[in-house]
Each structure stands twice: as structure tokens, then as C-alpha cells.
């Protein structure tokens, strides 16, 4: 008779995950650098971070981690601001005032507690921030953010990555790089450049011909 356990799962077996250690060393530190996670570390199992963190650990652990994972859900489709801040504090982001979430926008739906929206921040229409990086050879998982009074252009990707204050990373963007005080970068990889003094105090105006609103 089955006893329906996984046996890919090395809780199953009550074998220790190299990767699981790591995770939770480096969140109690305060993930202050970016950890990277490599197949070696993932003993057993799928080399995937989904699996880490919502198949693998006590009970307690999972429960915790799924039920972030459902509030950036809710965060993720619901339509309106007010309600995308509403559940995406439940998943743990750490949100500030007046920030302005755009509908289709997309905040990593495993280790949301590791994003920060400062002051007065934007992420605009359709944007996407995580935290962690997925390669066939490593996961690289960091801290990402926004600071304040900073933009996420529409359908830009920030990944792994933070912009400074009254920094902005253009429309259809993307960056494993983060992003200085003060700066714009644009397209993928973006070009970082100094924002123009004519832009300091309306980033959204950065539009147009890049040569006209970088210094």
C-alpha cells in the first residue's frame, strides 16, 4: 500500500537539503548579499526554488511560504491599487506611502518579503520585479526594490536588482543590474546614464529620444 510520499523529497527520506540550509541561513542573516544556489545543493530533489520552498520543510515552513505565495497571487490580479498594496503587505513586500502599484503588474510570487516599494515610488503597467535569477547551472536570489520616488517603467523586468532613489529603468526594460540614485537606464541591457537635471522632479517625462533626457 502506497504511503504517498515523495520520495524525489529528501524530508521524505530525513535526509538534510544543502539548499534549504543555505536559504534559511541567509534569510536569518538578512539577505543582505545574493545568495547563489547551484544543482550540488539541491540533494535529492528538483533543482527548482518553487520546490524548495513549498514542498520541503516542517509543515509550519510551508504553510508560511505558500500562504505569501497566495497573497502575491491576489496582489498580481487584483485590479486596483489599494488592493494590490493591500495583499501584496500580507505577502510580506515591504511597501511605503503613496506608491502606485499599475494593474499587470508582477511581484515575485516566492520570496516576496525581500522587496522593498520606498516613498512615492512607481512600477508601472505590466512590470515584473523578482528576486531571484534561474539559470541550468545556479539560482542567484537577492534582495530587490525600488527606492524613493523611483520608476519601474511598463513592461519592464527588474530582476534581482534595486533602483536608487529618483532612479527609473525605462519601458520594455530589462536588468539584473541595479540602478543608481539619480539614474535612467534604458533597454536590455539597459544603458544607465545620469537622469537629465530637465527630468530630476518628473521622472515619468523621460520619454522621447534618449540622446534629449540623459546627460
Request: with cysteine.
Amino acid at each position: 500500500m502506497s504511503d504517498n510520499k515523495d520520495t524525489r523529497n529528501p524530508i521524505h527520506r530525513g535526509e538534510p537539503c544543502p539548499a534549504a540550509e543555505k536559504l534559511r541561513a541567509w534569510l536569518a542573516a538578512g539577505a543582505q548579499k545574493q545568495l547563489t544556489l547551484t544543482p550540488d545543493d539541491f540533494t535529492g530533489m528538483d533543482f527548482s526554488l518553487t520546490t524548495l520552498l513549498l514542498s520541503y520543510g516542517p509543515l509550519s515552513e510551508r504553510l508560511a511560504n505558500r500562504w505569501r505565495t497566495f497573497c502575491a497571487y491576489m496582489g498580481m490580479f487584483t485590479p486596483f491599487t489599494g488592493w494590490k498594496i493591500f495583499w501584496y503587505k500580507r505577502a510580506g513586500v515591504s511597501i511605503g506611502k503613496n506608491v502606485y502599484i499599475a494593474p499587470g503588474v508582477v511581484l515575485d510570487l516566492l520570496l516576496p518579503e525581500l522587496i522593498t516599494l520606498e516613498d512615492d515610488s512607481v512600477v508601472g503597467l505590466q512590470a515584473m520585479i523578482t528576486n531571484h535569477i534561474f539559470t541550468p547551472d545556479m539560482i542567484v536570489v537577492a534582495r530587490a526594490g525600488v527606492g524613493q520616488r523611483g520608476v519601474v517603467g511598463a513592461r519592464a523586468i527588474l530582476c534581482a536588482a534595486r533602483i536608487g532613489k529618483e532612479g527609473m529603468l525605462g519601458a520594455n526594460s530589462a536588468t539584473i543590474r541595479s540602478i543608481p540614485d539619480r539614474h535612467v537606464g534604458i533597454g536590455t541591457p539597459p544603458v544607465i546614464r545620469p537622469l537629465n537635471s530637465a527630468y530630476a522632479n518628473n521622472p515619468m517625462a523621460a520619454g522621447g529620444n534618449t540622446d534629449d533626457q540623459c546627460a
